[in-house]
């Protein structure tokens, strides 16, 4: 696996801190006299943490495809805990004299803009005594995912995974739907208090962060660390605002269609994903090799250069795509920052949901690919609304060539409905999951009652009666722990809101012009993170709008587009 070459540090490093401390001391110590001078230690600067960043992608891609592993476990804990916290001091004081040196006023502005404002933001939050609590949250974070890595289930004799259980919820015999579903949240049950505690502690480990940074709330925090420049918390309402009024309306719509479909009085959760025709559910691939040579094939007639790179990505085995007991649950696209390509990392049960996966982080890797060469491993360090943007036009784009995963036009009809019918389930699931969130964090203390009514309050808002829910609330009260992103990434998720509002324009606009389409997507995503988030979205064609207006017009065309194909 070739990586870039370096000319800073020695191509073997040994990553221990008294090693590593060398380095951080020259870049430190050098004596800076010209603006040549000050972008060479810049890119000095960025070799080292591409290569620290990368090293920590591995320790985290091990751990998660196998949870069970304490060596692995250990090998990334050691990082968190003994690398970064000594570490961060030291880039403080780097950002510091970047931003003291007397001729950084004279460095390309606009080339660098995007870079010191997020090195600004970085200097304005940093707090020493914030150094051990981030290696807290980085070590117990990541128990969620041995928590629900170890979730199995049976059915008809058989353990299954959680992820490939659920595949019976699509089944059109109804009593093994219910009777998965039960399973499915009688198993979660089991560990939601453990999930409630860990859920706690890593509330108190943020709020401290939060109130040590100066701030009155991690909702507060986070969304300076994060670097939210272009839009603000009273943007993210006015979000939740237009998904309750304009998709929960046309899903309860789409509510009563299936209740009438299926013949039913009243629809149970476990009605909710079943084929409203009464089909069994389409099985578009047979195991994770025939998922990779099929979306090679489809990325390639997109694209050639789609499929290069999923092809690329093939021949280096930087796929794990099969669920499997003892593998950390969700899916992920990780950049590794010398290399220049990415780690997919998914639990494929042969499902519809996990081909859509597949386009998502052929999505991201696509991304990484095409950032690759930037001049700064800051540039390829992606804000997600645009990388999400990435991601989600690709479901969408894709389409054009699922032809590759079903030869029967009815199954290609099916599977198109299915995936415009969960764009609009997706979006009021964005705004309840980002609503909670902002719940969750500006009432610091709350009790866990409290948290579940909230949480109960915010599913009814956006749409969770649809189905009746009766003789099951406590799985319904306890939903929210299935999102691994409250977790792991807190208050990553309303990028997907975002990005998925992006990415029906992207794909309207490939619709009337494929080639010009694919074209501005392209050029979009080359920037990397080097301009504001309003401007990338104005090279890929589209508009960054979470307006009521923008949201109708777009759930209007995607409306449409299901007419065609239903």
Not at 168 to 191: C, H, M, T, V, W
Not at 387 to 396: F, G, P, R
Not at 423 to 436: E, G, Q, R, S
Request: proline share 4%; glycine share 4%.
């Amino acid at each position: 696996m070739n990586k870039t070459k370096r000319t800073y540090i020695p191509a073997e490093l040994k990553i221990d801190f008294e090693t590593l401390q060398s380095f951080y001391e020259e870049l430190l110590n050098r004596k800076i006299e010209s603006v040549a001078e000050l972008e060479k230690w810049m890119r000095d600067r960025s070799e080292l943490e591409a290569a620290l960043e990368e090293d920590f992608a591995w320790r985290y891609i091990k751990m998660t495809c196998d949870t069970t592993n304490e060596a692995l476990r250990k090998d990334f804990e050691y990082f968190a805990t003994e690398i970064e916290p000594k570490i961060a001091p030291y880039s403080d004081k780097l950002n510091r004299n970047l931003f003291e040196s007397p001729v950084k006023d004279q460095l390309d502005q606009e080339k660098y803009a995007i870079y010191l404002r997020s090195i600004e933001k970085d200097i304005r939050l940093f707090r020493e005594e914030n150094i051990p609590l981030f290696s807290q949250l980085q070590v117990t974070q990541q128990k969620y995912g041995a928590i629900t890595g170890a979730m199995t289930v049976e059915v008809d004799e058989k353990e299954y995974t959680m992820q490939q259980a659920g595949n019976f919820l699509k089944s059109n015999r109804r009593e093994l739907r219910k009777e998965a579903f039960e399973k499915l949240g009688n198993r979660r049950l089991q560990d939601s208090l453990e999930l409630d505690e860990l859920f706690d502690r890593l509330l108190d480990l943020r709020h401290q962060v939060a109130l040590n940074a100066g701030y009155e709330n991690y909702r507060d925090y986070a969304f300076a660390a994060m670097g939210r420049f272009d839009y603000t918390p009273e943007d993210c309402f006015r979000f939740h605002q237009a998904i309750e009024r304009e998709i929960v309306p046309l899903l309860r719509v789409e509510a009563e269609k299936r209740k009438r479909a299926l013949g039913l009085d009243r629809l149970r959760p476990w009605d909710m994903e079943v084929d409203p025709s009464g089909k069994e559910a389409l099985k578009p691939f047979q195991g994770g090799n025939e998922l990779t040579d099929k979306s090679i094939e489809c990325f390639s007639r997109l694209d050639p250069y789609f499929g290069m790179c999923l092809r690329t990505m093939k021949e280096q085995g930087l796929l794990d795509l099969e669920s499997r007991k003892g593998k950390a649950p969700g899916g992920y696209n990780y950049p590794l920052s010398e290399t220049g390509m990415p780690f997919i990392f998914m639990n494929s049960a042969d499902s519809m949901r996990d081909l859509t996966t597949m386009m998502h982080e052929g999505g991201h890797a696509v991304h990484t690919f095409l950032t690759a060469e930037l001049e700064l491993n800051a540039f390829r360090n992606l804000t997600p609304e645009i990388a999400e943007l990435a991601s989600m036009s690709m479901e969408l784009l894709s389409m054009q060539h699922w032809d590759h995963f079903f030869t029967r036009e009815d199954d290609l009809r099916r599977a198109k409905s299915e995936q415009l019918h969960d764009i609009l389930k997706t979006l009021p699931w964005v705004a309840t999951i980002d609503a909670f969130q902002h719940w969750l964090y500006t009432n610091p203390g709350h009790s866990r009652e409290t948290r579940r009514q909230a949480w109960l309050d915010l599913f009814e808002r956006f749409g969770g009666g649809f189905s009746d829910w009766a003789g099951y609330e406590s799985f319904q009260e306890n939903l929210w722990q299935k999102q691994l992103h409250l977790y792991e990434v807190p208050f990553y998720y309303i990028e997907y809101g975002m990005a998925q509002l992006g990415a029906i324009a992207v794909w309207k606009n490939f619709r009337q012009n494929p080639e010009k389409a694919v074209k501005q997507y392209i050029e979009a995503l080359k920037l990397g993170y080097t301009k504001p988030i309003p401007e990338m979205y104005r090279t890929a064609g589209v508009r960054f709008d979470f307006s009521g207006e923008y949201v109708r017009s777009l759930a209007a065309f995607v409306h449409e587009e299901l007419e065609k194909v239903s």
